[in-house]
T-cell receptor
Framework: DPKIIQKPKYLVAVTGSEKILICEQY?????MYWYRQSAKKPLEFMFS???????DNQTASSRFQPQSSKKNHLDLQITALKPDDSATYFC??????????????FGEGSKLTVL | TQTVSQSDAHVTVFEGDSVELRCNYS??????LSWYIQHHGRGLQFLLK??????VVQGVNGFEAEFSKSDSSFHLRKASVHWSDSAVYFC?????????????FGKGTKLSVKS
């Protein structure tokens, strides 16, 4: 059974619209992350959360907003979508703080195509 | 700032061959180094990591990696590859200081194993 569930697996959106990518993890981790993978930038860190608090944000645009309603959830809301946002978005989790020794667990990704 | 360089974008070998995938990093302090594998259309899976101790670390499926401080390298090796090892391999670095420091990934090396 997958321990990190990402929904939807594929989605198509029109320019200017808004989408939410869902991520739930069942590994008991307290740190969660979003990464983006595209042809231009193979694997790009976006956000990290620890105990539902934002720890690091490497995304320049405020159009990307993570949302953590529960400690095992970290959704990603993307507004005013642009074609350049087309990518596969990966959610990951790990032990928090000093427990994070570089071992992340990844979901299967949500592939977003913006037309 | 930590950086990771994977000099080979694509490596092709035959089944049963040995292979070495190269990774060089730059960072002045203590770091965690790790390798991940990504099969086509899937999320990343952890292979192995190094922080201290024996510079040769063993991972899953017969993979091992060797850390060299003098060369700033953490190359991944396998003595005899199988066709199922065909995938993209990512080297990653995380500094050991601070909580929840993000992983920085290299651009990946695509390994193709021919039968």
């Amino acid at each position: 059974d997958p321990k990190i569930i990402q929904k939807p697996k594929y989605l198509v959106a029109v320019t200017g619209s808004e989408k939410i990518l869902i991520c739930e993890q069942y590994l008991g981790h307290n740190a969660m992350y979003w990464y983006r993978q595209s042809a231009k930038k193979p694997l790009e860190f976006m956000f990290s959360y620890s105990y539902q608090k934002l720890m690091d944000n490497q995304t320049a645009s405020s159009r990307f907003q993570p949302q953590s309603s529960k400690k095992n959830h970290l959704d990603l809301q993307i507004t005013a979508l642009k074609p350049d946002d087309s990518a596969t978005y990966f959610c990951a989790s790990s032990q928090a703080g000093t427990g994070n020794t570089g071992q992340l667990y990844f979901g299967e990704g949500s592939k977003l195509t913006v037309l | 700032t930590q950086t990771v360089s994977q000099s080979d974008a694509h490596v092709t070998v035959f089944e049963g061959d040995s292979v070495e995938l190269r990774c060089n990093y730059s960072y002045g302090g203590s770091i965690y180094l790790s390798w991940y594998i990504q099969h086509h259309g899937r999320g990343l899976q952890f292979l192995l990591k190094y922080y201290s101790g024996n510079p040769v670390v063993q991972g899953v499926n017969g993979f091992e990696a060797e850390f060299s401080k003098s060369d700033s390298s953490f190359h991944l090796r396998k003595a005899s590859v199988h066709w199922s090892d065909s995938a993209v391999y990512f080297c990653a670095v995380r500094n050991s200081g601070g909580s929840n420091a993000k992983l920085t990934f290299g651009k990946g090396t695509k390994l193709s194993v021919k039968s």
